[in-house]
Nanobody
Framework: VQLQASGGGSVQAGGSLRLSCVVSDTMFVINTLGWHRQVSGDDREMVASVDAYGVQKYGAAAKGRFTVSRHDDENAIYLQMDNLNPDDTGVYYC??????????????WGRGTQVTVSS
């Protein structure tokens, strides 16, 4: 399973970015797609996810500002990030939870895309 994230960049506080992630080279059924981020010095945290039924989940920092969407026809997941602030600065990773065997799930990660928000 290959994941390619894009859309990161540098914006000023209050600005917006839209991250994209395309999933390829998979023979497995993909269950959950999501975004995590790693802010400098901190552990990786969940930002947003959406499962195969369309159920969305958001981390505390993302609620009310970020919107996750999944497009299975494109094998893609998107993260619309609005009202960004400097605390959102970090590397954003997209991940895919794949059903690799009966009852067995494996999570795959892309390389990440840098988001920098200046005050």
């Amino acid at each position: 399973v290959q994941l390619q994230a894009s859309g990161g960049g540098s914006v000023q506080a209050g600005g917006s970015l839209r991250l994209s992630c395309v999933v390829s080279d998979t023979m497995f059924v993909i269950n959950t797609l999501g975004w995590h981020r790693q802010v400098s010095g901190d552990d990786r945290e969940m930002v947003a996810s959406v499962d195969a039924y369309g159920v969305q989940k958001y981390g505390a920092a993302a609620k009310g500002r970020f919107t996750v969407s999944r497009h299975d026809d494109e094998n893609a997941i998107y993260l619309q990030m609005d009202n960004l602030n400097p605390d959102d600065t970090g590397v954003y990773y997209c991940g895919a939870e794949a059903l690799v065997a009966r009852g067995v799930f494996q999570t795959y990660w892309g390389r990440g895309t840098q988001v920098t928000v200046s005050s």
